[in-house]
């Protein structure tokens, strides 16, 4: 017990001194231009983004302790029951946003809009699904003691307002309106001249991703999950938005953001305004297309499993009441688990 408090006092006090410093680093994204596209100083040029690194730690220490306690209070079957590759998904998903929040992936999104969207790509593609294949909120529920889980687990699960956006619909539409919203390019500039509104755009992104994912992908039980046609079907209206926004910013004759446009005029490297806006826009077609296709073949393949177990399943109970002398119905009413 003694050790377990220093422990937690001393991932306080490490979040603590990273709170410190946000002011000092709170003006990161104002006049971030790198100097030139040395390729030697493009990887090497990091940048603390002390908010979202904070929040990420604190992220990552609260599903440690998690998952430290279920082991050490559960039996072996039941750790083993919480497959080792979820917290290996979750880590993933942890290290991709700090790779986010610190790398020259951050450093030069101010400087060049395809390397934002492939900021935005991490967070809404990779971040949020992995995040989510670590069933973080099953681990909450069999970590937490009886009256944490009464008290504040499974009232926050079961809210009315968490419920209302796990709503399929809604779901799709805080994705798709986040999206677009801050594609619009007087608030796109607005979120580069701004740390606090750069932070909010991001948080926008991730949460979308999550409620999102959870719909497709999500390992955490939820009554809300839609069936595999209903999955297949959101996932084809995420895959055409993300075409024609990328369609929209393809076709555009000329730089739509202000903010890449005048830091043309300051650099001397690097395509020009509408070039970068070009790739980035494929950056979207491909990468942001290609996840959601996958998400689609997925489906599709534990779609086709679940109907060959429910025929595997159904034609052994034919033939066991068959051998009984049992008369043999046509259908069976009970279903395997669903994915």
């Known amino acids: 017990m003694r050790v377990r408090r220093v422990r ?6 490490l979040l603590a001194g990273l709170a410190a410093l946000i002011p000092a680093v709170a003006s990161a994204h104002d006049g971030a231009l790198a100097e030139s596209g040395d390729l030697w100083q493009a990887l090497t040029v990091w940048r603390f983004d002390a908010p979202g690194v904070v929040l990420t730690l604190a992220l990552a220490l609260a599903y440690v302790w998690g998952y430290r306690r279920l082991r050490a209070n559960l039996p072996a079957e039941a750790v083993f029951r919480f497959s080792r590759w979820r917290p290996a998904a979750f880590a993933t998903g942890i290290a991709l946003m700090l790779l986010s929040l610190v790398s020259p992936i951050d450093t030069y999104s101010d400087d060049l809009f395809w390397v934002h969207m492939i900021q935005h790509v991490l967070i809404l593609m990779l971040i949020a699904p992995l995040l989510l294949l670590g069933a973080p ?20 699960l079961n809210s009315r307002l968490l419920q209302f956006f796990l709503y399929p619909p809604i779901a799709v539409l805080v994705l798709v309106g986040a999206i677009w919203i801050w594609h619009i390019p ?28 959870w719909l497709i992908i999500g390992v955490d039980a939820s009554h809300l999950r839609p069936g595999h046609i209903a999955r297949i079907a959101i996932l084809i209206v995420a895959i055409l938005q993300n075409l024609a926004l990328g369609l929209l910013l393809t076709s555009v004759g000329e730089a739509a953001y202000d903010s890449y446009a005048m830091l043309e005029t300051l650099r001397d490297w690097g395509p020009s305004a509408l070039a970068d806006q070009r790739i980035g826009a494929g950056i979207m077609w491909v990468p942001g297309t290609m996840m959601f296709a996958l998400a689609v073949l997925v489906i599709v393949y534990y779609w086709a499993e679940h109907e060959s177990f429910r025929s595997r399943r ?26």
Not at 8 to 13: D, E, G, M, P, T
Not at 137 to 156: C, E, F, G
Not at 203 to 212: D, E, N, Q, V
Not at 318 to 338: F, K, M, N, W
């Open 137 to 156: 909120a099953t681990l909450a529920l069999r970590a937490a003691s009886p009256r944490v889980r009464q008290t504040y687990i499974v009232p926050l």
């Open 8 to 13: 937690l006092r001393a991932a306080a006090v």
């Open 314 to 339: 159904d034609d052994l109970l034919r033939d066991l009441d068959e051998r009984a002398g049992r008369p043999v119905y046509p259908q069976i009413s009970d279903r395997p688990p669903h994915r």
């Open 186 to 213: 007087t608030l796109y500039d607005a979120a580069i001249d701004s740390e606090l509104l750069h932070f909010i755009e991001h948080s926008t992104f991730l949460a979308g991703g999550l409620l999102f994912w």
